[in-house]
Every structure is written in C-alpha cells, then in structure tokens.
C-alpha cells in the first residue's frame, strides 16, 4: 500500500511564495510521474505540474515561469514552488503518484492521491 503525505500550503499575499512538498511511502521500487493537480471553488481538477521518467516536466501555462517542480527518485519526493501568486491560484493542491512499481511486485497505472493541501492567495 502506498501512502502519499504532502505538507505546505497556507495562506499567502498575491505576489507572495509557498512551497508545497509530498513523499510516497511505502513498499516502492519505482514511480513513473509524480507532480500535482489542484482544483479551485466550482472548478474542475486540473493538472499544474509533473516530473516523469528521465526528468520530463509539464507545467500548465497560467503557471509557467512563476511555479518550479522539483522530484527526487530515490526518495520518493515532490516538491512544488509557488513564486509569484496570484489569486487564481487559489484551491486545494493535490500530490499523486502514477506507474507505481512495489518491491512485492504489484504495478499499477492507477494514480495515489495525497489528501490534498490548501492553498489561499489574498489580493
């Protein structure tokens, strides 16, 4: 079973900074993608950032050049760094982790989902 625990979050200023940070915990011997959705008040999800296999990266564009991910594969972390935000940034963000490969040898193509942390930019 794997657990996502993510951590940050909070209230900022427009223009301010946050970080939000996840670890996959459990039995894992690989994941492919790690990044994070978040979903604002009467919106749908949607995909903010990623890290894939080899360093890969997506941003979503409202996002480009203010918002940096950052992965570590051997520990299973993903980190992301909000600069520069703005009130649309608003809504709860959320960690996930997809191809999951555990020592025991179950795979999945199924995303984990951290609980979801939730982040306020006043104007």
């Known amino acids: 079973q794997v657990q996502m625990r993510e951590s940050g979050g909070g209230l900022a200023q427009a223009g301010g900074s946050l970080t939000l940070s996840c670890t996959a915990a459990g039995n894992i011997r690989s994941i492919d993608t790690m990044g994070w959705y978040r979903q604002a008040p009467d919106k749908a999800r949607e995909l903010v950032a990623n890290?894939?296999?080899?360093?890969?990266?997506y941003y979503l564009d409202s996002v480009k050049g203010r918002f940096t991910i950052s992965r570590d594969v051997t520990l299973n972390t993903v980190s992301l760094q909000l600069n520069d935000l703005k009130p649309d940034d608003t809504g709860i963000y959320y960690c996930y982790a997809n191809g999951v490969r555990e020592w025991s040898g179950y795979n999945t193509n199924l995303n984990y989902w951290g609980q979801g942390t939730r982040v306020t930019v006043a104007p």
């Open positions: 890290s894939g296999v080899g360093g890969a990266t």
